[in-house]
């Protein structure tokens, strides 16, 4: 029989797969963190863990992208899709293959009657529904929201985020993120 992930486990494996295994691990822990403490709020307060995994956890990796700023729903949605092919076509054009995914994903949603589609930036900054354009490059706009969130998320490199007392995510710089001997710091 195979045992079932923990949702830490399902976490990590999803962040992981979008921002590596360095960022990967520490935005899960940070989105279980929040999931937790919503959760909290929502059931009150549970002193054991295991009581909370067995309620419905309130941490979709999805929404917690999206309310930190550091992945829109539109951009998401067509992103993973996109990457999956690209491992599996490392030869193809990736601006047409993001175009090919995103009218992949509007044909599939509207054959099974989604009623609202998120409209996907394409490759030339139009929309995929024919909307208002972005005026951007959406596979562009991905990747770079991708490093820019490994830059942010990956240890030695930016700032670990670190839970404050009053709840909100405060930004700590070590002298070791920013390269300084830790010896050399005057008292």
């Not at 941490?59 to 992103?79: D, F, I, T, V, Y």
């Not at 990747?143 to 930016?158: F, N, V």
Request: glycine residues 10%; proline residues 7%; contains cysteine.
């Amino acid at each position: 029989m195979q045992r079932r992930m923990t949702q830490l486990e399902s976490l990590e494996h999803w962040f992981t797969r979008l921002y590596g295994r360095m960022a990967g691990g520490r935005m899960a822990a940070a989105c279980l963190e929040d999931g937790l403490e919503r959760t909290a709020l929502r059931y009150g307060h549970t002193p054991d863990m295991r009581e909370a995994y067995n309620r419905r956890l309130d941490c979709s990796p999805q929404h917690w992208l999206s309310a930190r700023g550091l992945m829109p729903k539109s951009l998401l949605e067509n992103g993973i899709p996109w990457l999956e092919w690209m491992d599996a076509h490392p030869g193809d054009d990736p601006d047409k293959a993001w175009d090919a995914v995103a009218m992949r994903r509007l044909d599939d949603k509207r054959r099974r009657g989604v009623r609202h589609v998120t409209p996907t930036p394409l490759s030339d900054g139009s929309n995929s529904t024919g909307g208002r354009p972005y005026g951007f490059n959406g596979r562009r706009r991905f990747e770079s929201l991708l490093d820019m969130g490994r830059l942010e998320w990956s240890p030695g490199m930016g700032a670990a985020p670190d839970m404050a007392a009053d709840g909100f995510e405060d930004m700590v710089l070590t002298a070791v993120d920013l390269g300084i001997d830790p010896t050399t710091i005057p008292v």
